[in-house]
């Protein structure tokens, strides 16, 4: 079974772009999280999809957004980038919400000029 | 004061060497505990899964909760050096999103 998948791997983008992010979770999961890591904060979520409908958010600004498609498929946007955004994204896929195990994907590894 | 704090290491120790990881935690209606592991590179990897106190053990590893205390434990037993990695807590109330700890660097020397 093909694990979570995320593109771009590596993303260099200069202060004022913006970004979009894509995840594609296993098969037959339905619910998509995304986080954010970088050294000095750790992992921080971002926001949980589950059916189209965006169920939790972080504390992020609102300059950080994100869908899900009806086949599951997540993606996640970044408009008006700042250096501070520069950071590893991590997507990770469930069957269902709540407690049920969450797959990690390999990351999107952001850098911000 | 963050949620969950642990502490970042790094942490270096001999191959054989039992391993001692730690969490502490401030929100008491956190009710799900979980150790991750993130390799170089990679995602982090679900490792461990316990439910309120208590201890839970799966081959080397031990995962220990103590909700008085609002400390939960990671034990590693007969360490390797391919346990080397960044090890995450993360802990969840009800169905709410997933707090994680800062994440302790491993490195196990041969």
């Not at chain 2, 009710?31 to 991750?36: A, D, E, G, S, T």
């Not at chain 2, 990671?74 to 807590?89: N, V």
């Amino acid at each position: 079974k093909a694990g979570v998948t995320q593109t771009p791997r590596y993303l260099i983008k200069t202060r004022g772009q913006q970004v979009t992010l894509s995840c594609s979770p296993i098969s037959g999961h339905r619910s998509v999280s995304w986080y954010q890591q970088t050294p000095g904060q750790g992992l921080q979520f971002l926001f949980e999809y589950f059916s189209e409908t965006q169920r939790n958010k972080g504390n992020f600004p609102g300059r950080f957004s994100g869908r899900q498609f009806s086949n599951s498929r997540s993606e996640m946007n970044v408009s008006t980038l700042e250096l501070g955004d520069s950071a590893l994204y991590l997507c990770a896929s469930s069957l269902t919400v709540g407690v049920d195990e969450q797959f990690f994907g390999p990351g999107t590894r952001l850098t911000v000029l | 004061q963050k949620e969950v704090e642990q502490d970042p290491g790094p942490l270096s120790v001999p191959e054989g060497a039992i391993v001692s990881l730690n969490c502490t935690y401030s929100n008491s209606a956190f009710q799900y505990f979980m150790w991750y592991r993130q390799y170089s590179r990679k995602g982090p990897e679900l490792l461990m899964y316990t439910y309120s106190s208590g201890n839970k053990e799966d081959g080397r590893f031990t995962a220990q909760v103590d909700k008085s205390s609002k400390y939960i434990s990671l034990f590693i037993r007969d360490s390797q050096p391919s346990d080397s990695a960044t090890y995450l807590c993360a802990m969840m109330q009800g169905a709410q999103k997933l707090v994680f700890g800062q994440g302790t660097r491993l490195t196990i020397n041969p």
